[in-house]
C-alpha cells in the first residue's frame, strides 16, 4: 500500500511534467510566430490545446497550426491533435 509520501510525489511528478509542456508550447508558439503568451493562457484537455487569447492572436496561430502541431509532437510529453 502507498504511504502519503510516495503519492504525493507521484501527484508532483504530474504537475512538474504539465509546467514543463506549458513552457514547451509556450516556446514552440514564441520561435514559430513571435508571439508571446503565459501559462494562464494554455489549457489542454482531451489532446486539445485551448488558447484563450485575442481574435487577432488566434488567427495568426491557426496560420500556423500545422507547423506548431508538428513542433509540438517532437517535444511534448503528451500528444496534441489540435488547436483551438
Do not use: A, C
Not at 509546467?19 to 508571446?36: A, P, S, W
Not at 507547423?67 to 491533435?81: A, D, M, N, P, R
Amino acid at each position: 500500500m502507498l504511504n502519503i509520501k510516495e503519492y504525493l510525489e507521484k501527484f508532483s511528478k504530474g504537475l512538474r511534467s504539465e509546467e514543463t509542456d506549458k513552457e514547451k508550447i509556450i516556446e514552440t508558439i514564441d520561435r514559430l510566430t513571435q508571439i508571446k503568451i503565459t501559462k494562464n493562457q494554455i489549457e489542454t484537455k482531451n489532446y486539445v490545446l485551448f488558447i484563450k487569447t485575442t481574435p487577432l492572436v488566434s488567427n495568426k496561430i491557426f496560420i500556423h497550426k500545422e507547423e506548431i502541431l508538428k513542433g509540438l509532437s517532437l517535444s511534448l510529453s503528451q500528444k496534441i491533435v489540435d488547436i483551438r
